[in-house]
């Protein structure tokens, strides 16, 4: 199983980026996906999913209104659409993949999600 991760980089406040996370190795279609984000010196913290069906969303607050999930099950893939970036947003970003394909109240755990992505770096500059 691999998920590669990519699209991050440096980018002014304000501004946007697009990450989108390949999967291969398992049926993409039948899983959850998961966007997560760890700061340095902080622990991993959940950003966004998406249910396998793509009819299902959930937001951190802090994403909700400038970040947007999605999936394409034809290309294995999930994106995540990033507007109004701040500083703070600055951190290492994971896709992952959940085999309960289905949102639910443990989506935003780490614990819930099976494989996970080797992380794309962003860097929001003030």
């Known amino acids: 199983v691999q998920l590669q991760a990519s699209g991050g980089g440096l980018v002014q406040a304000g501004g946007s980026l697009r990450l989108s996370c390949v999967a291969s190795?398992?049926?993409?279609?039948?899983?959850?996906m998961g966007w997560f984000r760890q700061a340095p010196g902080k622990e991993r913290e959940f950003v966004a999913a998406?249910?396998?069906?793509?009819?299902?969303?959930y937001y951190t607050d802090s994403a909700k209104g400038r970040f947007t999930i999605s999936r394409d099950n034809a290309k294995n893939t999930v994106y995540l659409q990033m507007n109004s970036l701040k500083p703070e947003d600055t951190a290492v970003y994971y896709c992952?993949?959940?085999?309960?394909?289905?949102?639910?109240?443990?989506?935003?755990?780490?614990?819930?999600?099976?494989?996970w992505g080797q992380g794309t770096l962003v860097t929001v500059s003030s």
């Open positions: 998406i249910s396998w069906g793509r009819d299902l969303t």
């Open positions: 992952a993949a959940d085999t309960y394909g289905v949102l639910g109240t443990s989506s935003s755990f780490v614990r819930e999600y099976d494989y």
């Open positions: 190795g398992i049926t993409f279609s039948d899983y959850a």
